[in-house]
């Protein structure tokens, strides 16, 4: 009867989490909430990628880039404002995370990069990557894919 009941629970378990939500992650002393990126138009050769970093450690960290099954290669990049015009430069060093700080990279600041797209993404569905970091190494994380319009990641469920 235990058995049974226990399965059950799983069961209703797994179907109210089968939206793609984003998740967090540890490493060392950083935590790292909720990786996301858009759904993109067939075709689309790059994605941002986007990551919320509070380094509650003492000493500076960087994130340096990263990896991803779905991307030829993956940059940190910014975009910024100048003479009125929106642009976007990578970031070969990477970004600092400030001991204390919270870093966030979304849409029209800093942000990841997937160059080299090798296929589709679909909303809804979660894209397995790694974020580097200079201090804490390389950190396996999954990127939830939002709406192609996204601004933010989906709210996280509470059980
Ligand atoms: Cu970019």
Redesign the pocket.
């Known amino acids: 009867m235990i058995t049974f009941r226990l399965a059950l629970t799983a069961a209703a378990l797994a179907l109210s989490c089968s939206v793609a939500l984003a998740q967090d992650y540890t490493a060392g002393p950083l935590k790292i909430e909720q990786p996301w990126t858009r759904a993109t138009p067939a075709g689309a050769k790059v994605a941002?990628g986007y990551v919320a970093v509070t380094n509650t450690g003492a000493t500076p960290d960087r994130l340096l880039g990263g990896s991803s099954e779905i991307a030829g290669k993956v940059e940190i990049?910014e975009m910024a404002v100048n003479n009125g015009v929106m642009t976007?430069r990578g970031l070969p060093e990477g970004v600092e995370l400030k001991p204390g700080a919270k870093l966030e990279l979304k849409p029209g600041g800093y942000?990841i990069?997937f160059m080299d797209l090798k296929r589709q993404l679909k909303e809804g569905e979660k894209v397995k990557g790694t974020l580097t970091f200079e201090k804490a190494g390389p950190v396996p994380v999954e990127f939830s894919v939002q709406s192609v319009g996204a601004r933010a990641p989906a709210e996280a469920h509470k059980h």
Do not use: K, N, V
């Open positions: 941002g990049h976007m942000h990069m």
